[in-house]
Structure formats: structure tokens, C-alpha cells
């Protein structure tokens, strides 16, 4: 899936670009799917979803996982992390249609990107936990020294509305270069740290919220400032992310993966075991 000449345009000007209708119906339907299979998983009792049609696309399946994130946030937290390693997460954010893009936009092949990042977003209503507030993602993701040569891609898994916390995004800030970030410290395990541009910087752009359809596919160049958006709707925000730096690249340093387990299930799974 090739960019038209007026989308580099867009992307190079703005450091941004929403490509429209990359994933069908069926290939979000697929990952939405497999996160109601592992609520089913762990919440086996629960028998209020049968018989809904595509259970996991109804407003019914939102409020069973808020409720569970409120009743039992360690529940919660294992469905999540099991969704971070599901094949079908990582066969939506590698597929060609979308690395294509992604090198298009990199002025690079796709068999010269590297990824990282990867990550399945569940943004509850008017939770801030794991909110970022303005900053570059080339602060948390330095494989390339310069963030022109890396891009975050974000995948719309149900129309995302401002009202819905869309990205809120400052187009053309990415010309800024790196920016020293003002950095803040972790309240606890589960909130992100804070890497803030400074007032000054956001002050001289203008901001618009990042929008999209289901199946939509946003692409932000690594430098571009910008934050998390505001759920204020009934629902979880579903967005699937990964970032793409260019292996090539002189600014390119290669890296390796932490595994990090589930402390609750593991110390389960142990417990079962022992048991059998």
C-alpha cells in the first residue's frame, strides 16, 4: 500500500498523517475478539455476554471490562498482559500493507525498519493513570538519535472521537528537533513516567485532535510533540501501537527485549502446578 505524493507531502510538512482504511472490519474483529476469549478466560462465571453477536464489538462487553478493572485490577491486569504477547497483535502491526506505509513515510524499504513498542492499548473511561502528557516519543524510544528516522504507528480499533480521547497532537512541532524534556517521577509501578515538553515549545503550534475510523492508521514521526487524549465516553479505547526506526540508519543502535511476567499469574500457574 504505496502513499500518494500529497500524503508524504502532508507527512513530511506536518510529521503526521492519518491513512484511512488500512485493516478491515474482520482483521480488527479478530484481535477485538481474542480480548473477549481471554475475559471469558478469566471470568469463566460471567454468562451475561452469551448470545450477543460479535460480543466483543457491543457496549455490554465495555461495561464487563470496566467492571472488572474496578472489582479486581489484578484480573485486569493479567488479561491485558497476556494480550501484549498474542500472535495477533503482532500480525496486525507487522503486516506488509502497514510496514509499507511506515518505510514509505521513512523514505526506506520495508526490509530496512526495525520495530519496537509494541503495545495493545485498553483506555478506560476518565482514567489518567496511564496518560502521558505533552512529550516526544523519541524520548522514551531512542533507537535512532534522530527521530525523523522513526515513526510511531497507531491502529484505530472502533472510531476514536476527540470526546473518546483521540490524540491530541501539535502538526509540525517534529521540525523542532530533539527536545531536552522536563522529566517527572513515577508515582507508582503501573503509572507511566512523564517526559514533558516544555510550556513555551506547545505555546507555538497549534493543537488538533487526531481522529480516526476503526481500521484507520495514524503514523507521528518520533519528534512530533504531542499527548494523550481524555476518554470521556462509556467505552475502552482499543488502539494496537508500534514503532519503526530505520536499522540502516548511522543514528541506529540495536537493542533487546526484557521479559517482564505476570507476578499474579505466575505465582498462580506455580500454585496450580504444585497442586497437581
Not at 513530511?12 to 484481535?31: H, K, N, P, W
Not at 514509505?104 to 502528557?133: E, F, H, Q, V, W
Not at 476503526?214 to 479505547?237: A, K, T, W
Given at each position: 500500500?504505496?502513499?500518494?505524493?500529497?500524503?508524504?507531502k502532508a507527512?513530511?510538512?506536518d510529521?503526521c498523517?492519518?491513512v484511512?482504511?488500512?485493516f478491515?472490519?474482520?482483521?480488527?474483529?479478530?484481535?477485538?475478539?481474542?480480548?473477549y476469549r481471554?475475559?471469558?478466560?478469566?471470568?469463566p462465571?460471567?454468562?451475561?455476554l452469551?448470545g450477543?453477536?460479535?460480543?466483543w464489538?457491543d457496549?455490554?462487553?465495555d461495561?464487563?471490562?470496566?467492571a472488572?478493572?474496578?472489582?479486581?485490577?489484578?484480573?485486569f491486569g493479567?488479561?491485558?498482559?497476556?494480550?501484549?504477547?498474542?500472535?495477533?497483535?503482532?500480525?496486525?502491526v507487522?503486516?506488509p500493507?502497514?510496514?509499507?506505509?511506515?518505510?514509505?513515510?521513512?523514505d526506506?524499504?520495508p526490509?530496512?525498519?526495525s520495530y519496537?513498542?509494541?503495545t495493545?492499548?485498553?483506555?478506560?473511561?476518565?482514567?489518567?493513570?496511564?496518560?502521558?502528557?505533552w512529550?516526544?516519543d523519541?524520548?522514551?524510544?531512542?533507537?535512532?538519535?534522530?527521530?525523523n528516522n522513526?515513526l510511531?504507528a497507531?491502529?484505530?480499533?472502533?472510531d476514536i472521537?476527540a470526546?473518546?480521547?483521540?490524540i491530541?497532537?501539535?502538526?509540525?512541532?517534529?521540525?523542532?528537533g530533539?527536545?531536552s524534556?522536563?522529566?517527572?517521577e513515577?508515582?507508582d509501578y503501573?503509572t507511566?513516567?512523564q517526559?514533558?515538553v516544555?510550556d513555551?515549545?506547545?505555546?507555538?503550534y497549534?493543537?488538533?485532535s487526531?481522529e480516526?475510523r476503526?481500521g484507520?492508521?495514524?503514523?507521528?514521526?518520533?519528534?512530533?510533540?504531542h499527548?494523550s487524549?481524555?476518554?470521556e465516553?462509556?467505552h475502552?479505547?482499543?488502539?494496537?501501537?508500534c514503532?519503526?526506526h530505520r536499522?540502516?540508519?548511522?543514528?541506529?543502535v540495536?537493542f533487546?527485549?526484557l521479559y517482564n511476567?505476570n507476578d499474579?499469574?505466575?505465582?498462580r500457574?506455580?500454585?496450580?502446578?504444585r497442586?497437581?
Amino acid at each position: 500500500m504505496a502513499l500518494t505524493d500529497e500524503q508524504r507531502k502532508a507527512y513530511r510538512q506536518d510529521g503526521c498523517l492519518r491513512v484511512e482504511a488500512v485493516f478491515t472490519e474482520a482483521e480488527i474483529d479478530s484481535l477485538r475478539g481474542l480480548i473477549y476469549r481471554l475475559y471469558c478466560r478469566f471470568e469463566p462465571e460471567d454468562l451475561s455476554l452469551d448470545g450477543i453477536e460479535a460480543p466483543w464489538n457491543d457496549t455490554a462487553f465495555d461495561r464487563a471490562m470496566i467492571a472488572l478493572r474496578k472489582r479486581d485490577p489484578k484480573i485486569f491486569g493479567a488479561l491485558y498482559d497476556c494480550a501484549q504477547s498474542a500472535v495477533d497483535l503482532l500480525r496486525l502491526v507487522s503486516d506488509p500493507r502497514l510496514v509499507e506505509i511506515a518505510a514509505d513515510c521513512l523514505d526506506d524499504t520495508p526490509d530496512a525498519l526495525s520495530y519496537s513498542g509494541i503495545t495493545l492499548r485498553m483506555d478506560p473511561p476518565r482514567d489518567t493513570r496511564n496518560s502521558i502528557d505533552w512529550h516526544q516519543d523519541r524520548s522514551y524510544y531512542p533507537q535512532n538519535w534522530d527521530g525523523n528516522n522513526g515513526l510511531v504507528a497507531t491502529i484505530a480499533m472502533q472510531d476514536i472521537a476527540a470526546e473518546s480521547g483521540a490524540i491530541v497532537m501539535c502538526p509540525g512541532s517534529q521540525r523542532e528537533g530533539l527536545v531536552s524534556p522536563l522529566i517527572g517521577e513515577k508515582s507508582d509501578y503501573e503509572t507511566t513516567e512523564q517526559r514533558r515538553v516544555p510550556d513555551d515549545l506547545i505555546a507555538r503550534y497549534r493543537q488538533c485532535s487526531a481522529e480516526a475510523r476503526r481500521g484507520d492508521v495514524l503514523l507521528m514521526n518520533l519528534n512530533l510533540v504531542h499527548r494523550s487524549g481524555y476518554n470521556e465516553q462509556e467505552h475502552i479505547r482499543y488502539t494496537a501501537l508500534c514503532r519503526f526506526h530505520r536499522i540502516m540508519a548511522e543514528d541506529y543502535v540495536p537493542f533487546g527485549l526484557l521479559y517482564n511476567f505476570n507476578d499474579f499469574l505466575e505465582a498462580r500457574v506455580a500454585d496450580a502446578m504444585r497442586d497437581e
